[in-house]
């Protein structure tokens, strides 16, 4: 076989290296469809001269509802907060040992969970460019710190690859790159790609690729110490007599796209996913107490919004205590709705119908996150995989290590599910407790210690959560254009806010920017009227 029978066309070789990048491709899209963006932030808003006695009925404590409740009282309009929970945060929320939740349909769950262990079942991690979020953590004083995101030792698994073996992400990360590195190379070479290299940009390539791929002097990827100094040796290096590293074997390149790894190596490169990540110490509803601490006197907790009326005057809204069922009404001047679209949608609420329209244009995820607590790190003590995230095919998606109290002895939680689209509705279609064995079984084999280790687990299933129905919103192309301003447009008295009214759909930051957003458009109203 000819050097020319190898050498891939350059319709097959760019449509492999375009396949690479598939992910980047789809995070660019999810960009421009709002659900992953860097926010606009500058500062935080600079309202005042609020009229005396001027009131802001604010619906909902999740993030959106506390930072306008924050700002417009240092603005100096008198706030009142309606929260249908019995706490604030909203999705910014973490389950711990002794806490009880009750999904759609009246499944309990009772949280086990030893001390100082929790699971956060919403936002879990914080980019490094959502300065709105940071910019409230610096000026609470929510201590962060690092998220590991990319973590080249963890598995990465395909069920029809590798025998359904998971692979080192570092093993097929290397192998991938490796071979098409020589390909490229071989194009080169032949000169399948003079219309597109100069000369001097073609040594200029080579030698790239034979850096970036590891390849030998003949420009080939092969096994070797090199490239072992890479992917991982069969026996590390040591000291002594015996101290000889043995270099590892390459796999196949059809055994590599079998992988599919160019879809974790796209999603390290996404914008948004990028290192470096924050959490808060102790876990992600330290943010949402945060806020609390400024705010809290003004929320009325267990309070389910049933109605929403304006007139050219005021706003009304019609409330039910949750535990009682007694009804009651606050009226204010103005209203900023932080109720997500799930929910809001089911209300009767005075609005326009254009406004209406858009809360039924927007789709909400199907995610499921799961909590399990082992005996012990096993992941750490058998796997030295600390933090990070192991990828599967399987419907839980994901499994993530945490980010805390590394190498303690005991018990400790990880993150076995992060399911979405079909898996997440099918996970959210069972029971907790089958549910939770699925999981288990579909983890175990990545780790075959779950069964072992398992102690205690607790699902969300955030279709099944009473106060969301869903996720995080997510908008097609065709939804934004003919509903996102029909979304965001003040209604008379009215304004909405949420990380559905935002184009950074599906994180803290989206809720932050579209509440400010709000509240400063809610101010010029007032200041105008």
């Known amino acids: 076989m000819s050097m020319k029978d190898l050498t891939p066309t350059r319709r097959q070789l760019l449509s492999a290296i375009g396949t690479s990048a598939g992910s980047v491709a789809a995070m660019q899209a999810m960009v421009a469809l709002g659900h992953a963006a860097e926010s606009q932030f500058t500062g935080p808003p600079t309202l005042s001269g609020a009229r005396k006695g001027e009131t802001v009925l604010v619906l909902g404590a999740g993030l959106a509802g506390l930072v306008a409740a924050y700002e ?17 945060g909203g999705r910014n929320w973490s389950l711990r040992g002794g806490d009880t939740y009750t999904e759609v349909g009246g499944a309990v769950q009772k949280v086990q969970f030893q001390p100082g262990n929790y699971l956060n079942p919403g936002p879990w991690r914080i980019p490094h460019h959502h300065k709105t979020l940071l910019h409230y953590c610096r000026e609470f004083g929510v201590a962060l710190e690092p998220f590991i995101q990319m973590n080249h030792n963890s598995y990465v698994h395909q069920t029809d690859a590798f025998d359904g073996k998971p692979m080192r ?110 959490q808060p110490v102790g876990g992600m509803d330290m943010i949402g107490k945060a806020f609390a601490r400024h705010v809290d006197h003004l929320i009325t907790y267990n309070a389910k919004v049933v109605q929403i009326d304006q007139s050219a005057t005021g706003v009304a809204v019609t409330y039910q205590d949750t535990a009682s069922g007694a009804t009651a009404t606050a009226k204010a ?108 079984a579909q983890g175990e084999i990545i780790h075959p210690q779950y069964r072992q280790e398992f102690m205690n687990g607790v699902s969300v299933a955030w279709a099944r959560v009473p106060w969301n129905m869903g996720g995080n919103s997510r908008w097609s192309d065709d939804a934004r254009k003919q509903h996102y301003q029909n979304m965001v447009a003040m209604d008379g008295r009215i304004v909405l806010a949420g990380e559905h009214a935002s184009y950074i759909g599906g994180w803290m930051e989206g809720a932050l920017t579209s509440s400010i957003d709000a509240i400063t458009r809610l101010h010029q109203r007032a200041q105008e009227a």
């Open 72 to 88: 417009l009282t240092k603005a100096g309009y008198k706030v009142q907060v309606l929260e249908f929970q019995g706490r604030p």
């Open 169 to 278: 992400y570092k093993e097929v990360a290397t192998d991938f790159k490796g071979h098409v590195a020589e390909l490229l190379s071989k194009a080169i070479n032949v000169g399948s790609l003079d219309d597109k290299v100069s000369g001097e940009d073609k040594e200029r390539l080579l030698e790239a690729m034979r850096a970036w791929g590891a390849l030998d002097k003949d420009m080939a990827y092969a096994s070797s110490l090199k490239v072992s100094g890479q992917r991982g040796y069969d026996r590390a290096p040591g000291g002594g007599v015996e101290g000889a590293p043995t270099p590892s074997q390459i796999s196949s390149l059809s055994d590599v796209l079998d992988s599919k790894v160019w879809n974790q190596m796209g999603f390290f490169f996404n914008y948004v996913m990028q290192t470096t990540m924050f």
């Open 333 to 440: 001047d103005w209203c900023v709705c932080c109720i997500p679209a799930t929910i809001l949608g089911q209300i009767p609420m005075q609005v326009n119908d254009a406004m209406k329209a858009s809360l039924k244009a927007v789709n909400y995820s199907a995610s499921v996150k799961t909590g399990l607590e082992f005996k012990r790190r096993f992941w750490e003590e058998d796997e030295s995989i600390y933090g990070g995230h192991s990828f599967t095919n399987q419907p839980i998606s994901l499994i993530s290590y945490p980010n805390y109290h590394y190498f303690k002895s005991g018990p400790a939680v990880l993150l076995g599910s992060n399911a979405g689209g079909l898996g997440g509705s099918l996970l959210a279609g069972m029971e907790p407790a089958a549910r939770l064995e699925a999981i288990l």
